[in-house]
Structures are given as structure tokens and as C-alpha cells.
């Protein structure tokens, strides 16, 4: 029908590296719950028959509502639930492949772009860039992160509600990935054209080098001490 639902294993299973069977069928859990979301632990790979042949989900794609910075607009200092039934449609421009982003995409469509936090790892693999998203903004959250605009979601920690990143186990309820991957050209400009309008979106710098009291550095330098 859709649906999804997080199936938890241990790195500590004796199947832990066994390779996820294919096909489709049937499969004996436990149902938990962790977090607020659903999830099921296998007691043994035995009882996961996924031997028959996959089914296809159709998958309906909505129709975007409201642009990137229309969305950011909403925000108004402080963080903002969505209620209203807003989708916004894009494509992804930078994941956590290369681990200069941590558990985060970021999107952009024709006028705007915007950071999406993901409580997850190794998002490169289900959103690679270009690869075409349409977001159902509803029950989300938008909240800022030094000052840049983010669209999550919350959990509680110590009776508190944190912003966060939407978790795995809802995160296609509000994500729908499009049929294509198709990267975006980079809006070229100068340095002194980059501003609050230009957050999120990918951009080309011509006719640039690094300061020269950063020559012989890193792209990250540490300095540690005892």
C-alpha cells in the first residue's frame, strides 16, 4: 500500500552483514516502538520469506503550493509549525556524502533554496543530487541553526521539545522523491552578491582564490592541546 516501517537490526547480529533479500512476501517480528516511531525486530532471517516477486507502488506525486522562499517567509523568529497543507518541489543540490553535511539535504527550486534536516545517515543514497523531491510541508517545522532557516521536525528530550530532523520512520509520509535526477547549474555571481536571498541555493564564485594567510592550511584545520 505505501507504507514503511523501520526494521532495527543490531550491528551486533550474527546476520548483521547478510545481504536484504528482494523480493516480497512475508515476515515474522516483534513490533517496538522507539522514538515515536514504529519498528520491528526480526528474531531470525529464517522467518523474513521475501521470495516472490516485488510489487510496484504507485506512487502519487503532489503538486507544488508555495515556493522555497515563500516558505521561508513563514518564518517569523521563532519556530514555526506548518498546518496548512503546503508542498514545495525542488531538487536535491548538496547530501552527507561527503560528509561536509551531517544528516542533512538541502533543496532548491527556480527561486530559492533550503536546508532539510533528516535524523538519519548515508542520505546520498536515497537523495543524490538532482535528484527530483517534492515535500508535504504539513506537521513539519521551520526553525533557524546560526541563523539559517531549516525545515524539521521535533523531539523531546528532558520534558524539552528540541528541533531536529524528521525520523526515518515518517519520512516518506512527508518526502516523495520524483522520477528524476537531473543536477541543478550552479546561479553564478559575486562574493559581494551573496546574501540572505542567495541561503541554500548553489552558486558559482568566478575569478576567486583563497586568502593568502590561508595558503599551506587545510581545508580544515584543528589545533589540539593537552
Known sequence: SGS????????????????????????????????????LTIRSTNEVQLTGERCGVNVEIPTPNISIPELKDLYQGQRLQITNDLVIGARVVANDESGNYYKTIVIQDSEGGIEVKINDYDLFQDFPVGQEVYIKCQDLY????????????????GGELLFGGIQPGSLFTHVVKGPNVEPVEP?????????VNQIGMLVKLPEVQFADNELGETWASFQFSE
Open 142 to 157: 521551520l526553525d533557524t541553526y546560526g541563523g539559517v532557516i531549516q525545515l524539521g521536525s521535533v523531539y523531546e528530550e
Open 4 to 39: 514503511t516501517v523501520i526494521v532495527r537490526t543490531s550491528g551486533y547480529a550474527n546476520f548483521a552483514n547478510t545481504v536484504l533479500p528482494e523480493g516480497n512476501g512475508s515476515l515474522i517480528a516483534i513490533a517496538g516502538h522507539y522514538n515515536g516511531d514504529a519498528q
Open 187 to 195: 546561479t553564478e555571481m559575486n562574493i559581494s552578491q551573496i546574501g
